[in-house]
């Protein structure tokens, strides 16, 4: 018995601290995850490949309980601005804002912790290849955000659907036992592009315009005083060289017969194309727009494929905004074809290729702000454009209300 009881308090020191080490591992690969999520998606878009390394993080958890949050220390890094954004939109309620944020991260966290495996071998680049096609096509893909996927512009600028296809696979060999070799590899990439990448340019006798109208509400559109201050800014791009200008969303307000003559009147006599963001009304909701106008014509020129879920797309309801999803992927402008993307469709993955498949001359992104508090989601939105725009080399037209 005297023999007995030491062992017995040293098998168990053992075990406390195994368990110890356990714990801290698995905090190690969540806070890891929340490291790829918040400095990846953190406004800059030369920060987008630190979330190459999430698939690394989410295939090595050293279990499905570890994966789920790493996942989800991810997703909600990604997005850690949205509670205050969602609390303004909905009227300074915090609480509504979090559990949205929350809300939003359960179909990331659960496709990867159902998909997760201990298996070596291709069941983890396999398994993380579904999951990330999952989380980029509806209805799943409708709350894809922070794909790492989004890195392809930065590490491969102006290679296109090659670039694309590199990154995936250098995605799908970071959750296998190579992945050192390709965070090596990758990193080269990124080293050569962070000392060479620039922006998007703007393509000639184009201007996008940018605003700082502000609102109170959610469904509060432009007034007459704002109408008049947003033609005298076109009327100065035009004063500078512009032909086409482009405007953010909902910049034109509720479009009407009114709305449309005030336009007309207010263009005469100037040789411009206005591109700007507008709400077209019918008797189940509406569509969130943009509208083409010209001095002597008007039309709408693309319906937005993915309105923002819950706060303005509500399937569940009538009165909210039309999701188009597979519509409209490119639109002619003076000639040109364009890549429409309107603000949530700039954090998605489909809207983007889709519209790529048909290879557009530019990608014209527009947005509103408002609501989001001086926060990063505008500059996400923006640097997500920036990358889509270089991985594919063609210019890019944005126009956002902050």
């Not at 490949?49 to 989410?58: E, K, M, N």
């Not at 429409?340 to 809207?351: A, H, Q, T």
Request: glycine share 10%; with cysteine; aromatic share 12%.
């Amino acid at each position: 018995m005297a023999h007995f009881q030491p062992t017995a308090r040293l098998a168990s020191r053992e075990k406390f601290s195994l368990s110890l080490r356990n714990l801290a591992i698995g905090a190690a690969f969540i806070a890891g995850g929340a490291v790829t999520g918040a400095i990846g998606w953190s406004g800059h878009a030369i920060l987008f490949p630190i979330g190459v390394a999430f698939p690394a993080l989410w295939a090595f958890a050293p279990s499905r309980t570890v994966a789920a949050p790493v996942a989800a220390a991810h997703f909600l890094g990604a997005s850690r601005d949205l509670p205050i954004g969602t609390s303004i939109f909905f009227g300074e309620q915090l609480a509504i804002g979090i559990s949205l944020w929350l809300s939003a991260s359960i179909l990331f966290v659960l496709i990867h912790a159902l998909l997760w495996t201990s298996k070596g071998g291709w069941n983890r680049p396999l398994r993380y290849a579904i999951a990330a096609i999952v989380m980029s096509l509806p209805p799943f893909g409708i709350t894809g955000w922070a794909s790492p996927i989004t890195a392809a512009g930065i590490l491969f600028p102006g290679w296109g659907w090659l670039g694309l296809a590199v990154m995936a696979t250098g995605l799908l060999v970071m959750t296998t036992r190579a992945w050192p070799a390709a965070a090596v590899v990758l990193g080269g990439f990124y080293g050569w592009s962070a000392a060479t990448w620039t922006p998007p340019a703007l393509p000639d006798g184009w201007a996008g315009i940018n605003t700082e109208f502000k609102f109170t509400a959610q469904r509060q559109y432009a007034d007459y005083s704002q109408h008049i201050e947003t033609i005298g800014m076109v009327r100065e791009a035009v004063g500078q060289g512009a032909r086409t200008v482009v405007l953010p969303e909902s910049a034109l307000g509720l479009w009407s017969g009114t709305t449309e003559r005030l336009w007309s009147r207010e263009l005469a006599g100037l040789d411009v194309r206005v591109v700007g963001g507008a709400a077209v009304v019918d008797h189940t909701g509406y569509d969130n727009v943009m509208m083409e106008l010209t001095p002597e014509t008007s039309q709408v020129l693309y319906r937005q494929r993915m309105p923002v879920p819950v706060s303005m797309w509500q399937p569940w309801t009538s009165g909210g905004a039309h999701a188009q999803f597979f519509g409209g992927p490119y639109v002619m402008i003076d000639g040109r074809r364009a890549a429409p993307l309107i603000c949530y469709e700039l954090l998605l993955v489909w809207p983007v290729l889709q519209s790529m498949m048909y290879e557009p001359d530019m990608i014209v992104a527009v947005g509103n702000g408002w609501w989001t508090g001086g926060s990063n989601i505008v500059p996400i939105l923006k640097a997500s454009g920036e990358a889509w725009a270089s991985l594919f080399d063609i210019p890019l037209v944005m126009a956002f209300n902050e």
